[in-house]
């Protein structure tokens, strides 16, 4: 299966070309550091990039302020990591093994250099981006989670992290470490928490702090008006980021909770051209956010729009929930769709402790050995029930219809049906939940026979009822019956996309009548551009 980037153990690197650093040499400013001198703080901003012309640097682990991994960087090396290009906080720190002369270029600079050196940027960018594969993969770096075991908020941030392919390692609540670093921190013994590098504790350890932290909700709000505002980035959303940033647009990405959207929770997508063996759905939509990052559009996250508000035909506010606006000439809706909540008691409370609507490696974690349940009957479904089938005791997919030949891919429903540890029980539905802090039980009635049957399970995956997220167009935009976007000559748009309001358009399944497919997300995603850019320059 293909990944989010190269692996840095094997790729074979290409160093920049003596025009790319004459460039950099006239951008940049030459700087000399001293034997063990700091290059760049953990958590400092990624202002400069650093090039090494003389000398060596290593890469600081910012739990033990020793070095990270093995390698140093020589002559002909660079320093930074994909926070570089987000404009984020550095996740790792450097300092100068023995006296190093580096060329510092701005961060500005630099990018408006890889955007006019195409070559260029594909070195650095390919580096970055296998740097950030192997801190996730390895837990270099970034968060240490403490007691995700036995808290709620604790593990949201997990999931965030995981979802936005942010390196984080996890310690036990009583473990040696976690009293180490509670000591350090001024974290309570016994308490759960999230600290950053070895010393900085993330208080509340919440998304927001969390993002705060790292510079991933980006000071959004000022001023500022951008030729395009893409609210929601899935598929959709990061595609037109892309096509936005290469046409030169100023555009930002607002995403309420992760990049990759619902394609995000899939962790192999087989049906995506290029792709022969396969890509989960959160390396392919990283793929594309590298990508628009190289052209210059920004991301914030989690950063959810509340109301929409027009001021002319090319003047938008969007409000955030924290109350800032955010104005932009055009917008564009790429929120998709969740999965509708149950009506059942207890349902919020349980929700992030046994109630869950994606299933990634996060929550896989959870389900080993253990019962587990899906709800529905599409293919988001059967893909959960497959993936949780690799590490679950057993996994039971509960669906309303008498069978799941009309709404699942036949491919998908063969090999649920041929898996020994999958089955799949039609007619039936929840009736109850059962468990105080964490789900023990549900109550499962079985409408074929009129009985009610008891499954010991701490995992229920909800993957059904699928219904947009349009409550925020605040009844400026024509909507359907059931709430999705209407575009095109059906809303007297003067684009396919556009919506009934001149300047907005929408994409991705969010939109009535789209094919809720990731192909069709960013097909949609990237074709919309070209009358965003007519409206925004026309
Ligand atoms: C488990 C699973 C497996 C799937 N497998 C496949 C597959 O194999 N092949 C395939 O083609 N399709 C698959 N799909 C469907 C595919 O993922 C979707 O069609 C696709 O993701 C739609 O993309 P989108 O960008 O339109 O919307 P979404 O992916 O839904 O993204 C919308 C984004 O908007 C954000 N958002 C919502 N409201 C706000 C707000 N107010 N402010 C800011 N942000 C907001 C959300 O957080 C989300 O990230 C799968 C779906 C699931 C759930």
Redesign the pocket.
């Known amino acids: 299966m293909e990944s989010f980037a190269a692996d840095l153990a094997t790729m074979i690197r290409r160093p920049l070309a003596p025009e790319h650093v004459q460039a950099m040499r006239k951008v940049g400013q030459i700087v000399r550091f001293g034997a063990g001198e700091t290059v760049q703080e953990t958590g400092g901003e990624s202002a400069l990039f650093h090039y090494v012309l003389e000398g060596e640097l290593e890469a600081v682990d910012p739990v033990t302020n020793s070095r990270l991994g093995n390698a140093t960087l020589g002559p002909g090396q660079f320093f930074g990591d994909l926070q570089f290009l987000s404009g984020g906080v550095s996740l790792a720190g450097a300092r100068a093994l023995v006296p190093s002369e580096l060329l510092c270029v701005p961060r500005d600079k630099m990018l408006k250099l890889m955007s006019d050196i195409p070559e260029m940027s594909d070195i650095v960018v390919t580096v970055l981006a296998a740097r950030r594969r192997r801190a996730v993969e390895q837990s270099d770096g970034g968060l240490t989670l403490i007691g995700s075991e036995i808290s709620r908020d604790v593990r949201e941030v997990g999931s965030f992290a995981a979802r936005n392919r942010i390196p984080y390692r996890e310690v036990d609540v009583g473990s040696t470490e976690a009293r180490r670093m509670a000591e350090v921190c001024g974290l309570a013994e016994g308490a759960a928490g999230v600290v950053f590098g070895g010393r900085f504790k993330i208080d509340p350890p919440t998304l927001q702090s969390v993002a705060q932290a790292l510079g991933l909700d980006l000071a959004v709000g000022g001023e500022e008006t951008f030729d395009v505002l893409i609210?929601?980035?899935?598929?959709?959303?990061?595609?037109a980021a892309v096509y936005a940033g290469a046409e030169g647009l100023s555009a930002l990405v607002?995403?309420?909770?992760?990049?990759?959207?619902?394609?995000?929770?899939?962790?192999?997508?087989?049906?995506?051209m290029g792709f022969p063996t396969g890509i989960s759905?959160g390396d392919l939509?990283g793929r594309g956010e590298v990508q628009a990052l190289k052209f210059g559009t920004r991301f914030a996250m989690p950063?959810?729009?509340?109301a929409l508000t027009q001021c002319s035909e090319k003047y938008f506010h969007a409000a955030l929930a924290d109350g800032r606006n955010v104005s932009a000439k055009a917008l564009v809706v790429?929120?998709?769709?969740?999965?509708r909540k149950l009506p059942l008691e207890g349902l919020e409370r349980l929700e992030g402790a046994g109630v869950y609507y994606?299933?990634t490696e996060f929550e896989a974690r959870w389900c080993k050995d253990a019962e587990v349940a899906v709800i529905g009957g599409?293919?988001?479904?059967g893909?959960?029930a497959m993936f949780m089938a690799r590490t679950a005791r057993h996994v039971h997919i509960l669906v309303r219809r008498d069978g799941l030949s009309d709404t699942m891919s036949d491919y998908l429903l063969q090999r649920l049906q041929s898996h020994p540890k999958i089955t799949i029980h039609t007619r039936t539905e929840i009736a109850a939940l059962h468990g105080d802090t964490q789900l023990e039980s549900v109550i499962i009635s079985d409408h074929a026979s009129g009985q009610e049957w008891t499954l010991k399970t701490r995992a229920l995956f909800v993957?059904a009822g699928a219904a947009p997220?349009t409550?925020?167009l605040s009844g400026l935009i024509a909507l359907d019956d059931k709430g999705f976007v209407v575009t095109g000559s059906d809303a007297g748009g003067r684009t396919p996309y556009e919506t009934s309001c001149p300047g907005v358009f929408a994409?991705?399944?969010?939109?009535a009548g789209?094919?809720?497919?990731?192909?069709?997300?960013?097909g949609?995603?990237s074709v919309v551009m070209s009358a965003v850019w007519d409206h925004v320059k026309g």
């Open positions: 609210v929601g980035g899935g598929p959709a959303g990061v595609a607002l995403e309420d909770l992760a990049i990759g959207g619902q394609a995000g929770t899939s962790s192999r997508i087989e049906n995506y759905g939509v950063r959810r729009v509340s790429a929120t998709g769709v969740q999965y994606a299933a599409g293919n988001s479904a893909q959960a993957m997220n409550d925020w994409v991705g399944d969010v939109r789209s094919v809720k497919r990731v192909a069709s997300a960013v949609e995603g």
